[in-house]
């Protein structure tokens, strides 16, 4: 089995900072990517940052030099620095990793969510 933990999110005011992390374990043989998804409630789920192994990073435009991907290769974790946070930025954030997985298949795997909630 493959576990997704998220954690870091909380109520934060605008212009502060927040810092999620999101480990995976279990049958994890290799990881390609992680990556950040956001989902405000009557909208689409939204690409925030991913990440692949080799380090190279991609952002949504709304979060570009606010935000920041990184990832312990180590210890299959990836990281979302979120600075500069504006009351837009509130919603569930999500993990996503896509690995190697039981019986070497490759897969997307979501974690379970957690809250961002900025405001005043």
């Known amino acids: 089995q493959v576990q997704l933990v998220e954690s870091g999110g909380g109520l934060v005011q605008p212009g502060g900072s927040l810092r999620l992390s999101c480990a995976a374990s279990?049958?994890?043989?290799?990881?390609?990517?992680m990556g950040w998804y956001r989902q405000t409630p009557g909208k689409q789920r939204e690409l925030v940052a991913t990440?692949?192994?080799?380090?190279?990073?991609n952002y949504a435009d709304s979060v570009k030099g606010r935000f920041t991907i990184s990832m312990d290769n180590a210890k299959n974790t990836v990281f979302l620095g979120l600075n500069d946070l504006e009351p837009e930025d509130t919603a569930v954030y999500y993990c996503?990793?896509?690995?190697?997985?039981?019986?070497?298949?490759?897969?997307?795997?979501w974690g379970q969510g957690t809250q961002v909630t900025v405001s005043s």
């Open positions: 996503n990793v896509d690995l190697l997985g039981p019986l070497l298949v490759r897969d997307n795997y």
């Open positions: 990440i692949t192994s080799g380090g190279t990073t």
């Open positions: 279990g049958s994890v043989f290799k990881i390609y990517a």
